[in-house]
Every structure is written in structure tokens, then in C-alpha cells.
């Protein structure tokens, strides 16, 4: 009683310090998770500020490129203009493919200056004459001895190839950092696509264009953003640092703060919570040991079946259990009526009824059990009866004990077959329920098993003639399309009218299929019906058919209309429609409203559809037919320039199987 009760006050206890310690630690760290956050949603937004200035610099290019002045090879007159639509300090610069400067925003329009001017850059001019499109270059040091960011891309001017350019220089990023008024001790610096430094808010000159710390390079390698701990930064700064990038110039801000100082006030608070906790609980264990002797006193006297300890509890249970000792006399006389009323009961039932109590190892059998597999005796062994299951039933049951032993469920049924004394197999229907006790213990099995024979090879009697049905429609679908296609090899101007027809009876085959497939289980469904007839139209399943929607279960008297009807949009979405171009494709997504089922079909990147045709196809007049005459609804069509859209509505309860009918 003492070592239980001292143990109970250690279970209260330790716990209840490990969670104030716990707390106090996690309250620090949340603070620190909290200024991470704040620093990296900072950088995040200061990375904005830089992408929206590369933005800029890239539709300055492209408003430039498209001047008339430019494309007529007026270069004086380009100059002027690019001078006055040209912020400060950007400048504008157009390069031949030897490197020299036809305009120069950054100097006088003088062909005299031009021509004195030093290359651009081979490497970079080569980069974008050769580009398909616009380029931004990382920082490079430009032909006047400025740190420029540029993006260029070519033009073509009277038959030359020339680099239209429009440079940002670095102290324009230098500018942006200033702006931001990071709070004292914080360095930002913005990199380019290659790591290196464009802009820094402190020593700038003395790191422009060097590359960023390895953990930096590290974090950006992984992701576009995130958090480094711990990393020392150019000047030797111990910080923690926050780093987002942009897409799709590539450059990045970081922005590191000395790291916090607060590690060991941490260390301390966590310190003070546990030395509390540890002084508390030694005073919960004395009084703990002092109430043991006196709960142990009053035991020794409830055991020596005595009263009047003092404790009202004990005084209690003493009464009571002398009540419970007549009480139980009069439950063991009551459980006898039972077992005799039970044991009447298992003769009476036409199987047999067994019980299995695991923690006894033995198993209880009814005697019409033993006879209904030819045996007179019994054995006792759990393994008995499992060791005459056909080896193809075993695995099942060992799945579904070893589920109600674990207390994954409580109960199971299914059909087997057992092994007959005389060596023939016999079919049994099996049902077994667990009873267990407060704590989930499995206590013991209960079951009954009944003789099925008959009805299984009333059932595969059923089966084979159903399969020989089946096989006879299709051979009758297979005769009537050889027949189309045989007759048509004699009559040239029918073949396509033949084809036709043959793809129709393949939908109709499809459809048939689906249904022998579905019958006997939860029907016929939309989408497996969709997935047969798409096959033919699609290398990748969901490739050219997207399903969406709900997949609603199928009458089987509807599949095959429905299978018609998406059989005809299908062929005319692959002649004239999304499906007659590579990658292109068709949505069919089913809803309900209101008791009407509503199968919406929307193709997407065919060829641009100048209206309804002139003439209806088959196809929307069989969805028509159908669905006023067969599904009480209606077809609406939708002749958009990205593609058709069509809906066809029917009546719910005359589609949808009965147990899906939504009201």
C-alpha cells in the first residue's frame, strides 16, 4: 500500500514538472518562432520591392522594343525618345554584335563619345544576342566603372541583329535598403541569381560583388525561403538570418539580426520550475507514506472481517460483503436455470455453436457442430478446426482473428470451406462475436456455423448460366459488327457509315460489359462506364478524359444510352474537337439539382469553334432524343470559342440507381 501510494504521488507529480519545465521552454521558443517569422515575412516583402524593380526595368525593355523609331533604324530619334521616357537613374543602351554602342542614355548623343566608349562585354552581349528572349544579367561591373544590374534582350533593325539594353545600377538597390529602416544592428543585402552582392545596408562597398556565406548559398540551394541560425555574416556578426528569393529574376534578400542573448534565461526559468516542482513533490510523499499506515490499519481490520476502523468506507464494504456472499448464493442458482435453458437452446438449432476462451487455450463445441463436418469426438485444440480449412480460406480467417484478437472488431462473418471427415469439402457460413472485458481484453469468441452447401452450388449453378448468357451477347454484338463490316467491303461509299456503326455497337459492348461487371455488387458506376469508352481515345488513362463530379451509380437499364451518348461526344471531340489536337482534352463532371442529375462535358485545348454547325450530328440528336423521351430532361449546348460546353439533365430517379435517388 505505501509503495503504491508513493508511486501514485510520483505519477502526479513528475509529470506535472516535466510539463511546467516543458511550458516554460516552449513559451521561449514560441518568442523566438515568432521573431523568425516576423524577420522572414520582412525579407519576403522587401524581395517584392526588388522583384517589382526588375519588373519594371523588364517592361521599360519591352515598351522600348516595340518603338517605331527603334525598328526604322532612326537612332537619334530613339535616343530622344528612350532619354525622355526613361527614369532616373536607369539608362538605356543599344550594342552591335562587335560591341559598340549605337545610343548610350548615360552619355550625350554624340557619335564622337560612342565611338571612344569601351566594349560591352562579350560574354554577356554574346548571352543575349543569342537568347530568344529577354535576359537579366547578374551584377557586373559596366563600361564606365559602375555596378549595373542589367536586362536586355535583341532586336532586329534593318536586318542586324542588335542588344537592347536597360541597366538599373546598384545604388538603386543601395536606396531600397535604405528605405526599409531595419532596426539597429540588422544588416539586409540583396544577391543576385548567382549568390552574389548587388546592395548591403552596412560596409557596402567593401562586399559589393563578393558572394554570400555558405549557409546562405546552402538555404537557397534548398528553397526559395527560410530561416539559418548561428551563421556568422561578412563583418563577423553571430546572427540569425532570413532569406527569400523571387521568381523569376532570381534575387534574393537576406537579412541577418544578432542572435538573441536569451539562451540562458531560458536555461534558468526552466531551472527555478523544476527545483519548485522537486520540493513540492517530496512534501506530496510524505504525506503520502502517512496516509498509507493509516489506510493499512483499516485493511488489516476489513481482512479480519471487523468493523468500527474509524473509516467509513471500510465500515461500508464490511456490511456489504456479507450482503454480496447472499447475493452470490442466489446468482449461482439462478446460473445453473441458465446453462440447462442454454443448453436446451444449442440441441435445438439446426448448426453449430462453438466457444473459444483464449487465456484457457481450449475451445468448446456443440455436438451438431462435430457432425456436420462427419466427426464424433471432439478435440479440445484451438487448431483443430482451423487446420481443415480449404488452404485457399485459411489466409481470411487468420486476417480476421488476428483483427479480433488485436480489438480491431468485435465480430466477423464470412463463407468457407472445411474439410468433411470423408475427405470432400463442405461450405459453412460462420458468424463469431468477442466479449471482452473493461480494459478491451478479448475474454472469449462465441460463434455459430450453419451447412451452405447447397446454396453454393445453387449459386455456381447460376453463375454458369449467367456466363454462358453473357458469352452468347457478345458473340451476338461480335456477328452483327462482322456482318456491318462484310457487307460494307462490297459497297466502298458505306465504309464510313460502317465504321460508324461498328464504333456504336463497341460502346454498346462496353456498356454490356460494365454492367455484367457491376451486377451483384453496388451497380453500374458513371465514371467506370466513362474510363471502358475513353480508352480508345487515350495513350495514358485520364490523359484525354477528366472525370470530376460525383460518381453516381447507374440503372442498368440507363448504361446503355448513356454509354451512346458519351461514345458520339467522344468520337466528335476527337474529329472536330479538343481531342483532335495533342494535349488537348474533355472535363466530364456529374452533380445533382434538385431531382435532376446533371452530366456536364466542357473540352479545353481543341481548335477555336466559329458557332453551332449548320446541320445536327447524330450525336446531339441522340442526346436530345434520349434525354426528353427515355430520362424526361433536356440537352443544352454551348458553342464557346474555347470549346463546346454541353449539360444534359435527367430526371435523377429515372438514372441514378434507387439507393442513390437524392430528393
Known amino acids: 500500500m505505501r509503495r503504491l501510494l508513493l508511486l501514485f504521488a510520483l505519477a502526479l507529480g513528475l509529470p506535472l514538472i516535466g510539463v511546467a519545465a516543458f511550458g516554460t521552454w516552449s513559451a521561449v521558443e514560441a518568442e523566438r518562432a515568432r521573431a523568425e517569422n516576423q524577420m522572414l515575412a520582412t525579407t519576403r516583402a522587401l524581395a517584392g520591392v526588388v522583384e517589382r524593380e526588375v519588373t519594371q526595368a523588364r517592361l521599360l525593355l519591352d515598351l522600348l522594343a516595340a518603338s517605331t523609331n527603334l525598328n526604322e533604324g532612326e537612332f537619334l530619334a530613339f535616343d530622344a525618345q528612350a ?38 562585354q562579350p560574354d554577356f552581349l554574346s548571352q543575349v544576342l543569342d537568347a530568344g528572349g529577354t535576359v537579366i544579367s547578374g551584377l557586373f561591373r559596366g563600361a564606365f566603372g559602375r555596378h549595373l544590374v542589367s536586362v536586355a534582350r535583341p532586336v532586329e533593325v534593318n536586318g542586324e541583329r542588335l542588344a537592347l539594353i536597360v541597366s538599373v545600377p546598384g545604388s538603386r538597390f543601395g536606396e531600397i535598403l535604405r528605405d526599409q529602416r531595419l532596426p539597429p544592428g540588422w544588416v539586409a543585402a540583396i544577391l543576385d541569381a ?64 544578432p542572435l538573441p542573448a536569451g ?51 471500510f465500515d461500508l464494504a464490511a456490511a456489504r460483503i456479507a450482503s454480496a456472499a447472499d447475493a452470490m448464493r442466489d446468482a449461482i442458482a439462478a446460473l445453473q436455470e441458465s446453462e440447462t435453458r442454454y443448453r436446451v437452446t444449442l440441441e435445438a438449432f439446426a448448426g453449430g455453436v462453438y466457444e473459444c476462451v483464449p487465456g484457457e487455450g481450449r475451445v468448446l463445441r456443440t455436438p451438431s457442430l462435430l457432425r456436420l463436418i462427419g466427426e464424433a469426438e471432439d478435440d479440445p485444440g484451438r ?67 450453419i451447412d451452405v452447401t447447397a446454396e453454393h452450388e445453387a449459386r455456381d449453378a447460376e453463375a454458369m448460366v449467367a456466363r454462358e448468357l453473357d458469352h452468347r451477347v457478345k458473340n ?18 458505306a465504309r464510313a457509315f460502317a465504321a460508324e456503326l461498328r464504333d456504336r455497337l463497341r ?104 458557332g453551332p454547325p449548320a446541320r445536327r450530328g447524330f450525336g446531339s440528336l441522340l442526346a436530345e432524343a434520349t434525354a426528353s423521351g427515355r430520362f424526361g430532361g433536356a440537352l443544352e449546348e454551348d458553342w464557346t470559342p474555347d470549346g463546346l460546353r454541353l449539360a444534359l439533365r435527367l430526371a435523377a430517379d429515372r438514372v441514378a440507381a434507387a439507393a442513390e435517388v437524392v430528393e
Open 476 to 493: 451476338n454484338f461480335a456477328l452483327v459488327s462482322s456482318i456491318v463490316g462484310l457487307t460494307a467491303a462490297h459497297h466502298p461509299h
Open 194 to 257: 548567382g549568390g552574389h552582392i548587388v546592395a548591403r545596408t552596412r560596409a557596402e562597398e567593401e562586399f559589393i560583388g563578393q558572394v554570400a556565406t555558405r549557409p546562405v548559398l546552402d538555404l537557397l540551394a534548398r528553397s526559395d525561403e527560410g530561416v539559418v541560425r548561428a551563421i556568422p555574416t561578412h563583418d563577423g556578426m553571430n546572427s540569425v538570418a532570413a532569406v527569400a528569393r523571387t521568381r523569376p529574376s532570381g534575387f534574393s534578400v537576406a537579412m541577418a539580426a
Open 383 to 449: 487448431e483443430w478446426w482451423l487446420s481443415r480449412l480449404h488452404p485457399d480460406d485459411r489466409p481470411a480467417m487468420d486476417a480476421a482473428l488476428a483483427e479480433v484478437r488485436a480489438g480491431g472488431r468485435d465480430r466477423f462473418e464470412m463463407e468457407y470451406r472445411v474439410r468433411h471427415a470423408d475427405g470432400h469439402y463442405v461450405w459453412v457460413w460462420h458468424r463469431s462475436i468477442a466479449r471482452r472485458d473493461a480494459e478491451g481484453r478479448l475474454l472469449r469468441l462465441i460463434g455459430c456455423i
Open 83 to 120: 532619354r525622355q521616357g526613361i527614369p532616373a537613374p536607369l539608362t538605356v543602351a543599344l550594342v552591335d554584335g562587335a560591341g559598340r554602342f549605337r545610343i548610350n542614355t548615360f552619355v550625350p548623343p554624340d557619335e564622337r563619345v560612342l565611338a571612344g566608349m569601351p566594349l560591352v
Open 263 to 313: 539562451w540562458w534565461e531560458a536555461w534558468q526559468a526552466v531551472g527555478r520550475t523544476t527545483v519548485a516542482g522537486v520540493v513540492l513533490l517530496g512534501i506530496g510523499l510524505i504525506l503520502a507514506w502517512a496516509l498509507a499506515g493509516r489506510l493499512l490499519r483499516g485493511v488489516t481490520a476489513l481482512g479480519r472481517g471487523e468493523g468500527g476502523t474509524g473509516l467509513h468506507e
Open 507 to 610: 460502346a454498346l459492348t462496353e456498356a454490356h460489359d460494365v454492367v455484367r461487371r457491376g451486377a451483384g455488387t453496388e451497380g453500374v458506376r458513371l465514371h467506370a462506364l466513362a474510363r471502358r469508352l475513353a480508352a480508345p481515345f487515350e495513350k495514358t488513362p485520364g490523359e484525354a478524359l477528366v472525370l470530376a463530379g460525383e460518381d453516381v451509380a447507374v440503372q442498368t437499364e440507363a448504361v446503355s444510352h448513356l454509354a451512346l451518348i458519351l461514345h458520339e461526344w467522344l468520337t466528335n471531340a476527337a474529329k472536330h474537337g479538343a481531342l483532335s489536337r495533342p494535349g488537348g482534352c474533355v472535363r466530364l463532371a456529374a452533380r445533382r439539382e434538385n431531382g435532376t442529375l446533371v452530366l456536364e462535358w466542357t473540352e479545353q485545348g481543341g481548335p477555336p469553334l466559329p
